[in-house]
């Protein structure tokens, strides 16, 4: 009479499992990366109700005591503005600027802003919360 086993090892990998765990990773990261916002200038932005499409390549901020930034840059000047925003952005015509201004920041520091983009054939997207 033989002895047979009756559990056998079976020696396949099933990935299933790990599949499951990689595309969950993946959609938690896809998700909190939306949620980051890029400028950390503590900004009250003025709100708005439109929303566009377009990415801008760089963004100006104005602080509520009147200070420039381009990203995390400080500016002394609107010469200088000028200079960096020449220097980051070249000459392109679909060349998109996000402004962030503080609600509380005179509406002239804005235009001239605005100037700048007019005279060097930028567009100029004016950040907003949602109403």
Same mark, same amino acid.
């Given at each position: 009479?033989? /002895? $047979?086993?009756?559990? #056998?090892?079976? +020696?396949?990998?099933?990935? =299933?499992?790990?599949?499951?765990?990689?595309?969950?990773? %993946?959609?938690?990261?896809?998700?909190?990366?939306?949620?980051?916002?890029?400028?950390?200038?503590?900004?009250?932005?003025?709100?708005?109700?439109?929303?566009?499409?377009?990415?801008?390549?760089?963004?100006?901020? /104005? $602080?509520?005591?009147? #200070?420039?930034? +381009?990203?995390?840059?400080? =500016?002394?000047?609107?010469?200088?503005?000028?200079?960096? %925003?020449?220097?980051?952005?070249?000459?392109?015509?679909?060349?998109?600027?996000?402004?962030?201004?503080?609600?509380?920041?005179?509406?002239?520091?804005?235009?001239?802003?605005?100037?700048?983009?007019?005279?060097?054939?930028?567009?100029?997207?004016?950040?907003?919360?949602?109403?």
């Amino acid at each position: 009479m033989a /002895i $047979t086993q009756r559990n #056998k090892i079976s +020696v396949s990998f099933s990935s =299933v499992g790990m599949t499951d765990v990689v595309f969950n990773l %993946l959609i938690f990261f896809m998700l909190t990366s939306t949620l980051v916002h890029p400028t950390a200038l503590k900004l009250l932005l003025p709100k708005g109700s439109t929303q566009t499409s377009a990415k801008p390549q760089t963004t100006v901020s /104005i $602080t509520r005591d009147q #200070k420039y930034y +381009v990203e995390q840059q400080p =500016v002394n000047s609107m010469e200088e503005l000028e200079g960096i %925003l020449k220097q980051k952005l070249g000459s392109s015509p679909d060349t998109y600027i996000s402004l962030h201004a503080d609600k509380t920041v005179p509406f002239e520091s804005v235009v001239e802003v605005l100037n700048i983009a007019q005279k060097n054939n930028y567009k100029l997207i004016i950040a907003t919360t949602p109403r």
